[in-house]
């Protein structure tokens, strides 16, 4: 484990002399490798990548960035920017859960349930605490068209999450759920 935060501990903050505290960390598509890189290297990268500044607090270790909205099936979500600004986004590369605001995954959820119709829900019945939200029973299905779930951050840059980062599934989609205020990215499906 490679501590990136800002602490005086960090890998950031000791190798600042070297580094002057420049990195950037690469979120790699599915099936494929991300990069770390350190100083003059980590911003000297192809044009084609795309990047979001981090954003630090004074009163805080952890590194911040500018979620603006969401998009689900190409329909932008009506919140407004405010709506993230408040609590602020925390990037952790060591979380693989993102959580988002209830009034935002209450949209979220609409706007997945509306383009998940087409499909039956399980009979399943959340137990008390169960992350796991509305589930469909794709038993029987030969191929499920998840709607496209975009993340928009600040200076123009989109992540499109797979499916693997939209819904959590069991039995090769036999099975598959959304999963309670939350999303889940990098587990297998």
Known sequence: M???GRG???TVS???PKFNKVFS???????????????????SLSSSLKFTKL???????????????????????????????????IIDSGT??????QPVYSKLKAAFKKAMKKYPRSNRRPEKGDILDICYDLSGTKEVLLP????????????RLTGMGIIWG????????????????????
């Open 2 to 4: 490679m501590g990136l």
């Open 8 to 10: 005086e501990l960090s």
């Open 14 to 16: 000791q190798t600042a």
């Open 25 to 43: 960390y690469c979120l790699p598509k599915e099936d494929s490798i991300g990069s770390l890189l350190f100083g003059e290297k980590a911003t």
């Open 55 to 89: 954003v630090s607090r004074p009163d805080s270790e952890f590194y911040f960035v500018n979620l603006l909205g969401i998009s689900v099936g190409n329909r932008q979500l009506n919140i407004p920017s405010s709506v993230f600004a408040k609590s602020g986004t």
């Open 96 to 101: 693989v859960i993102t959580r988002l605001p």
């Open 148 to 159: 496209e779930i975009v993340l928009h951050f600040g200076e123009g840059t989109d992540v």
């Open 170 to 189: 069991m039995m090769r989609l036999i099975f598959a759920c959304l999963l309670r205020g939350i999303l889940l990215a990098g587990t297998p499906i």
